[in-house]
């Protein structure tokens, strides 16, 4: 029997296990969860982050591994636990012309030729008390906290750990280096070709 059985039987709460994510977040994603659950178990791949975060012209830029897929979609939001409900988001589908390694994302560019912006409007998710708005981001503030996410989800939802950072982490990536993910509280810079390179192989 895979070693993967038994954890169908237990409740799916892995998003809201995580401290460090908003309530909203997780509300967010405890949905998607318990949707995706009322059918068989999932028993797909391993979670995996494919995003860094680096500098380039001085804006910060997501740098994703692609690993021969056609297709990325990148996602930043405001990951701060306040009372405001609403998520602010930015989120893009890049479809690439031809095969490549890695790509990068300006974050919250303009639209450019495979891009589609899919943050534009305001959206309500949920019902009731439940319910929480997500609206655009538009800027990165100093002293706010931000997450780059560019994963595949796992077996009951679980994600790889994604890049938390403020305006004071970007001061810290050198030329040729990003921040990456090294659990959901932890980052470190690394140089851009190693983290593409363990990503996909």
């Known amino acids: 029997m895979s070693a993967l059985t038994p954890a169908c039987d237990r409740h799916v709460m892995g998003a809201s296990e ?5 309530r909203s977040v997780a509300v967010a994603a405890a949905v998607v969860m318990a949707w995706s659950s009322l059918g068989a178990c999932y028993l797909g791949p391993l979670p995996v982050q ?7 012209a001085g804006r910060p830029t997501a740098v994703i591994g692609v690993c021969e897929r056609s ?12 009372m405001d409900r609403d998520l602010h988001r930015w989120s893009v589908t890049v479809t690439l012309p031809k095969r490549v390694q890695d790509v990068e994302v300006e974050l919250l560019g303009p639209t450019r030729p495979g891009w589609e912006i899919t943050s534009n409007e305001e959206e309500v998710i949920g019902t009731g008390l439940d319910s929480f708005k997500v609206v655009p981001l538009i800027s990165i503030d100093p002293g706010r906290h931000y997450t780059l996410d560019s994963s595949t989800i796992g077996p009951e939802g679980t994600r ?4 938390t950072f403020t305006t004071d982490d970007l001061s810290k990536i050198g030329a040729g280096q990003v921040l990456a993910p090294i659990d959901q509280k932890r980052s470190k810079v690394v140089s851009r070709d190693s983290f593409v390179n363990e990503r996909c192989g």
């Open 50 to 56: 494919y995003a860094a975060l680096a500098m380039v």
């Open 71 to 82: 297709t990325v979609s990148v996602e930043l939001y405001l990951n701060e636990d306040t």
């Open 18 to 22: 995580d401290s460090t994510m908003r």
């Open 160 to 163: 790889a750990p994604a890049v």
